[in-house]
């Protein structure tokens, strides 16, 4: 399933069409349909970031800023927000927590940084939204130091069959139905448990974090699986 907007366009401007629909209900509903867990995991994806010290991180598909602002706990003098959703990011500017943060409206498949220039890349809940997942990683790679930490957020389907069940029956009639409640927007809140379904499975997708010039790349699911955090070093 495709995102769909009203201007037609790119996929990649449909996808930031979207997200900009939705901005205003964004942080509301991830409260409401994770019942308060995305913080817990974005904390988690932090907590990992805090081990590697860094002084510079980028968060890319910062959204709203929730996943950079959780970043602010691991000391680093500098942290980057990107996204392509120009309304998410006015949302993330405003919010009080997020001073001192640098958001840019910017494409994780195109970054606007040179080489090298960030200790730590992370990304919560954005790579499965990208047109070219490989063109995202390898961005990615590119402006990590060499050995910088990649951590990648992202929902999953729980390996466990009744917890699958449960997920499939959750994601597609409630979070549809919350959505649109919300948001008034059915579609977003469609396409959101299809892009989980047609997400490559942890094996799958830490090969495709290899293939992007990282080494030692490890899976952990969180929640019985219901989202999972990839680490990463780059070569
Ligand atoms: C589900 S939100 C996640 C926001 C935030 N990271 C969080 O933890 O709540 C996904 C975001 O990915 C952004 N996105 C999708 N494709 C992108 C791309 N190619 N470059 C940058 N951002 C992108 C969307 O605009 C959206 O804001």
Redesign the pocket.
């Known amino acids: 399933m495709k995102p769909k907007a009203h201007s037609g366009g790119t996929q ?1 401007e449909q ?2 069409e979207m ?1 900009d629909s939705i901005s205003r209900q ?1 942080d509301l509903l ?1 409260r409401l349909l994770s019942l308060g867990v ?1 913080r817990w995991w ?1 904390k988690s994806m932090a907590k990992r970031v805090r081990r590697h010290k860094p002084q510079s991180v980028l ?10 602002i959780a970043l602010k706990k691991c000391g680093a003098a500098r942290i980057v927000g ?4 120009e309304q ?1 990011l006015k949302h993330a500017r405003k919010k009080p927590a997020a001073a001192g943060i640098e958001f840019v409206k ?4 195109r970054l606007p940084f040179d080489n090298g220039c960030f200790d730590a890349v992370t ?4 790579i499965r ?3 070219q997942r490989r063109k ?1 990683l390898q961005e990615m790679q590119r402006v990590l130091k060499q050995n910088g930490l990649l951590v990648v ?1 992202e929902l999953s389907m729980p390996a466990n069959r009744i917890m699958r069940r449960l997920y499939k029956l959750y994601f597609l009639r409630v979070v549809p139905a919350l959505g649109k409640l919300v948001s008034r927007n059915s579609y977003a809140y469609r396409y959101l448990p299809c892009s989980v379904d047609e997400f490559p499975p942890q094996q799958a997708f830490a090969a495709e974090i290899k293939n992007a010039g990282f080494e030692r790349v490890k899976a952990t699911a969180l929640s019985g699986g219901l989202a999972t955090i990839y680490e990463a070093k780059k070569k």
Request: net charge negative.
């Open positions: 990649k996808v930031a997200f964004y991830n995305d974005r968060d890319v598909a910062t959204g709203t800023g929730d996943s950079a990107v996204d392509i959703a998410m910017a494409d994780g498949e990304i919560a809940f954005g939204n990208f047109e995202g957020l």
